[in-house]
């Protein structure tokens, strides 16, 4: 695979809880705000029950991109996200990826309107699917995207997966108060 100006020599690994817990505690906890972080005991109880897997994409065993679409600091604006969005549509077996990305007309502050502008940008120039979902949960409101792998947006359901992902890891009376799906 050829991404122009950076190394392709990179894996993709699955890691298992344990190895989890300090990529947690060191670099999302630093590069998600509290809202957009799932706590670690929630997490933990995903991967408990097979809902859950951590993707990460390694060069010489070293950590370069993490769950939750993160890059280090460090590595940003290199080319990295891009190759690890194609590595995992070449790896992964599946319909398609769901990507809730906060909405930018609901930020508080221009910064983060421009943050959440580029990150959209960023899975459009990478074949993702802004889809006409608005979902809400625990308040933080996301346009839902899709990036396809075997099945385009139109052959999905994103409303219904959506809901479905959230069931698995929520109590029906929480996901019905804390949560909104709606057409804007």
């Known amino acids: 695979m050829k991404v122009e100006g950076i190394n392709v020599d990179y894996e993709i690994k699955e890691l298992d809880y344990e190895a989890f817990i300090p990529i947690y505690n060191n670099f999302m906890i630093n590069d998600f705000p509290d809202d ?8 933990k109880r995903m991967f408990k029950d097979g809902r ?9 065993e070293r950590v370069a991109l993490l769950d939750y679409y993160a890059v280090t600091q460090a590595r940003r604006g290199q080319g990295i996200g891009t190759l690890f969005l194609q590595k995992i549509r070449e790896t992964l077996d599946g319909d398609g990826l769901l990507i809730e990305s906060e909405r930018p007309d609901k930020a508080e502050t221009e ?12 899975y459009e120039q990478n074949d993702s699917v802004v889809t006409e979902y608005t979902w809400e949960a625990y308040g ?5 995207l899709y990036l396809p792998i075997a099945k385009d947006v139109d052959a999905v359901d994103v409303g219904f997966k959506i809901k479905e992902m959230y069931g698995f890891t ?8 804390y949560t909104k799906l709606y057409v804007e």
């Open 36 to 43: 957009e972080l799932r706590s670690l005991h929630s997490i």
């Open 52 to 60: 859950y897997s951590v993707l990460v994409m390694v060069e010489d």
């Open 111 to 122: 910064d983060d309107r421009i943050i959440r502008t580029k990150r959209i940008d960023f």
């Open 140 to 144: 933080v409101i996301y346009n839902l």
């Open 170 to 177: 929520l109590p029906k009376a929480l996901l019905e108060k």
